[in-house]
């Protein structure tokens, strides 16, 4: 049986404030045409400054930062329109967990890499980008693209300031790490890592300590905050000692509807 190809998709590096200034360009309610015609005004000086190349790296940088915040998925829509207003009542210190989030549900490619890379860094305190490019290919293949892509990946990862840079070409160290504490961002999280991985449920432990959110720390999440706050996930027990986190099926309307998130969903909930 052939084994299916898994796609890449994320090929390029992407910084940080382009998510930013794309996620806050969808809030206002630009179309797709006006979302290209403004990014292609803030890359023009930036990447493939003067090329009239078809498919440049400017254009695969804009069609990476639609398809996160714009043209997502229609199984990712009420996840996305959900995002946009967690943009606006998180502190933007923590805006890189919002774009983390989105970015995983949409491009697993970007999950698997920060997977093998906090596994790594867990592991020995430090990643290659050699041992990061050798685990992923196991995953996508030997293809010279899934190599490009990782190293494309492991630049993000340091632009956005996760992982430093050592005395050492090409091995990586801890960046910095952002505490969240906010219980609806650490679902936000767990759900991006549930569409990501594509099967619907997973251990709620071992979401909360995956490698692939290396550069976050999370506060101690307990049964009762979780049935309260994780309100676009079912959390159900498992056995004597373990609970799952599910992916709801039908997300109530005010879960989905982004004038209803805004009015609804940070309403705040009775001891």
């Given at each position: 049986?052939?084994?299916?190809?898994?796609?890449?998709?994320?090929?390029?590096r992407?910084?940080?404030?382009?998510?930013?200034?794309?996620?806050?360009?969808?809030?206002?309610?630009?179309?797709?045409?006006?979302?290209?015609?403004?990014?292609?005004?803030?890359?023009?000086?930036?990447?493939?400054?003067?090329?009239?190349?078809?498919?440049c790296?400017?254009?695969?940088?804009?069609?990476?930062?639609?398809?996160?915040?714009?043209?997502?998925?229609?199984?990712?829509?009420s996840?996305?329109?959900?995002?946009?207003?967690?943009?606006?009542?998180?502190?933007?210190?923590?805006?890189?967990?919002?774009?983390?989030?989105?970015i995983?549900?949409?491009?697993?490619?970007?999950?698997?890499?920060?997977?093998?890379?906090?596994?790594?860094?867990r592991?020995?305190g430090?990643?290659?980008?050699?041992q990061?490019?050798?685990?992923v290919?196991?995953?996508?293949?030997?293809?010279e693209?899934?190599?490009?892509?990782?190293?494309?990946?492991?630049?993000c990862?340091?632009?956005?300031?996760?992982?430093?840079?050592?005395?050492?070409?090409?091995?990586?160290?801890?960046?910095?790490?952002?505490?969240?504490?906010?219980?609806?961002?650490i679902?936000w999280?767990?759900?991006?890592?549930?569409?990501?991985?594509?099967?619907?449920?997973?251990?709620?432990?071992?979401?909360?300590?995956?490698?692939s959110?290396?550069?976050?720390?999370?506060?101690?999440?307990h049964?009762?905050?979780?049935?309260?706050?994780?309100?676009?996930?079912?959390?159900?027990?498992?056995?004597?000692?373990?609970?799952?986190?599910?992916?709801?099926?039908?997300?109530?309307?005010?879960?989905?509807?982004?004038?209803?998130?805004?009015?609804?969903?940070?309403?705040?909930?009775?001891?």
């Open positions: 049986m052939t084994q299916k190809v898994r796609r890449v998709g994320f090929s390029q992407v910084l940080l404030e382009w998510f930013e200034l794309t996620a806050g360009l969808v809030h206002a309610g630009n179309d797709h045409a006006e979302l290209k015609h403004a990014l292609q005004d803030l890359l023009k000086d930036k990447v493939s400054v003067g090329s009239q190349v078809t498919r790296s400017r254009d695969k940088i804009i069609s990476i930062l639609s398809k996160t915040w714009l043209s997502v998925p229609n199984h990712l829509i996840y996305r329109d959900y995002g946009l207003i967690l943009l606006k009542n998180t502190p933007e210190s923590e805006h890189i967990a919002i774009h983390w989030g989105m995983t549900a949409v491009y697993p490619f970007w999950s698997d890499v920060a997977n093998q890379t906090g596994r790594l860094l592991l020995q430090s990643a290659t980008a050699v990061v490019q050798r685990r290919r196991e995953m996508y293949g030997e293809r693209t899934v190599s490009r892509s990782t190293r494309r990946v492991l630049q990862f340091r632009d956005w300031g996760v992982l430093q840079n050592t005395d050492s070409k090409g091995i990586y160290t801890f960046g910095k790490t952002i505490l969240i504490e906010d219980l609806q961002l679902a999280l767990i759900e991006a890592a549930l569409h990501s991985h594509g099967n619907g449920s997973a251990s709620l432990k071992e979401s909360l300590n995956s490698p959110f290396f550069p976050f720390r999370f506060k101690s999440v049964d009762r905050n979780t049935r309260i706050e994780f309100r676009r996930l079912d959390v159900v027990r498992h056995g004597m000692d373990e609970e799952l986190v599910i992916l709801r099926t039908n997300i109530p309307k005010s879960l989905s509807n982004r004038t209803g998130l805004a009015e609804d969903h940070f309403e705040t909930t009775d001891s």
